[in-house]
Each structure stands twice: as C-alpha cells, then as structure tokens.
C-alpha cells in the first residue's frame, strides 16, 4: 500500500453523486414534450382498439382466407379436441395480453425518451412503423371494402377502426417531433449528454 491512503471507487459518471439519475439540463424542449403526450395519446388508442378487438371478433369475422388457414391448422394438428371456436378464442386472449405487454413497453420508451435517451428514440421509431402500416392497411382495408362490421356490428367496428387509424396518425406526428433539431440534440447529447 503506498501513502496516497485507502482505495476509494471512481466517481459516477452516470448519474448523480447521490445515486440518483441525472437530471436533464435545461428545460424539457417542446417537441420532445409533444412528442412524449403523442406517445402515450398513441399507445392508448393502439392498446384500447386492440382490446376491443380481442373482446369482441369472432370467427365469422374473419375473412375468408383467414378461417380456412384456422381450419387447415387444425385439421393439420391431428387431434381433435381442439375445437376452432377455441383455438381462436386462445388467439384472442394470447393477442390481447401481447397488446398489453407491449404498450407497457412503448409508454416506458416514451418516458425515456423524454429523459432524453436517443436510443428509445430508435427504438420508438421501429415501434411507430408498425402502427403507421396498421393504419395504413386499416384505411385500404375499408375502401377496399375489406373490412366489414361482421357479427360486432357496425358501431363497434367503425371504434375499432378508428383506433387503429389514431394510433398510426399520433405516432407518426410522434416521430416527426421527436426528430426536430431540438428535440434531435436534446437526445444525442447536446442538451444534456443523453446515450
């Protein structure tokens, strides 16, 4: 041991001394603000339309191509106490509880994002894809005549459809916030040396 003294560990670099995460410097930007409310505005309509979707198709809902494919994969199965009334009803509760996992995760970006973190910014940039073609296929679906109202009726259908098509309009005006020049240095570090 030399004379310098005891051994002490280096100092934080990833926060503040106290251990607490480090706080942004300067003010939260605006559109990094808006893009966070956008975030949550999306993962709600998603999650709410996706939920209600789950509670309320049916198998006689679904096209054509669809039903057959159910029915093939159950044939293919070779057993036959599976019921295609219940393989779908298991799809839908499988669905509905993804839905939920991935909003969880989507509003967790959302407020790294607004910690400014860049790579939730990525991140929430490959979730906005899948809502934006969602939405897309959800809007020539219906004037392709597609999608039609079934045994949910029209009421429900049409909630369902605008949801969705929500959903894939707040995320993409999201991901235009959330790529401006100031919300872009407020999360690559210029602001407050986000990762």
């Not at 949801?163 to 210029?190: K, N, P, S, Y």
Request: aromatic share 8%; hydrophobic share 50%.
């Amino acid at each position: 041991m030399t004379g310098t003294g005891p051994w002490r560990p280096p100092a934080r670099t990833d926060g503040r001394a106290d251990g607490r995460p480090e706080e942004p410097a300067g003010p939260l930007p605006d559109d990094v603000h808006s893009a966070w409310v956008l975030w949550l505005a999306a993962t709600g309509f998603a999650l709410l339309g996706m939920l209600l979707n789950a509670a309320t198709s049916r198998f006689g809902d679904l096209p054509v191509a669809t039903r057959d494919a159910f029915r093939e994969a159950v044939d293919t199965a070779g057993s036959t106490d599976i019921s295609i009334e219940a393989l779908f009803g298991m799809a839908r509760i499988v669905g509905a509880i993804l839905a939920v996992l991935v909003a969880v995760v989507t509003v967790w970006l959302a407020f790294r994002l607004r910690a400014g973190k860049g790579w939730a910014r990525t991140m929430l940039d490959i979730v906005a894809i899948f809502l934006v073609v969602d939405a897309v296929s959800v809007v020539i679906g219906v004037y392709g005549g597609v999608a039609m109202a079934g045994e949910r009726g029209e009421v429900v259908t049409f909630i369902v459809i605008s949801l969705q098509i929500l959903a894939g309009l707040c995320a993409a005006t999201a991901v235009w916030r959330q790529h401006t020049a100031e919300a872009m240095e407020f999360t690559t570090g210029g602001a407050r040396g986000g990762e």
